[in-house]
């Protein structure tokens, strides 16, 4: 099993930055890709940035040049640094991480909220 835990999330004002965190623990033999979904109130929860084992990295349209994804591999970590923001990126941020173990599996973390005023 492998535990994500978050943090990094708040309330903060249009144009400001916030930095989420997400580090992994338990029995890990390998992560693969990890990455970054945000589920607004009444949405469906949609992909803002993942990066592959290689440090290969994708961005969501409407979070590109404004966001940065990057992970410490020596940590099982991942990082979301958010910049500029908007009233838009307000929801709830969960961190994904893929695990090879004795199978292939998936893990989630369990959210954290972000809260940008206008």
């Known amino acids: 099993q492998v535990q994500l835990v978050e943090s990094g999330g708040g309330l903060v004002q249009a144009g400001g930055s916030l930095r989420l965190s997400c580090a992994a623990s338990?029995?890990?033999?390998?992560?693969?890709?990890m990455g970054w979904y945000r589920q607004a109130l009444g949405k469906q929860r949609e992909l803002v940035a993942v990066?592959?084992?290689?440090?290969?990295?994708n961005y969501a349209d409407s979070v590109g040049g404004r966001f940065t994804i990057s992970r410490d591999n020596a940590k099982n970590t991942v990082y979301l640094q958010m910049n500029s923001l908007k009233p838009e990126d307000t929801a709830v941020y969960y961190c994904?991480?893929?695990?090879?173990?004795?199978?292939?599996?998936?893990?989630w973390g369990q959210g954290t909220q972000v809260t940008v005023s206008s």
């Open positions: 994904n991480v893929a695990h090879r173990g004795l199978g292939y599996n998936v893990y």
């Open positions: 338990g029995s890990i033999t390998s992560i693969d890709a």
């Open positions: 990066i592959t084992s290689g440090g290969r990295t």
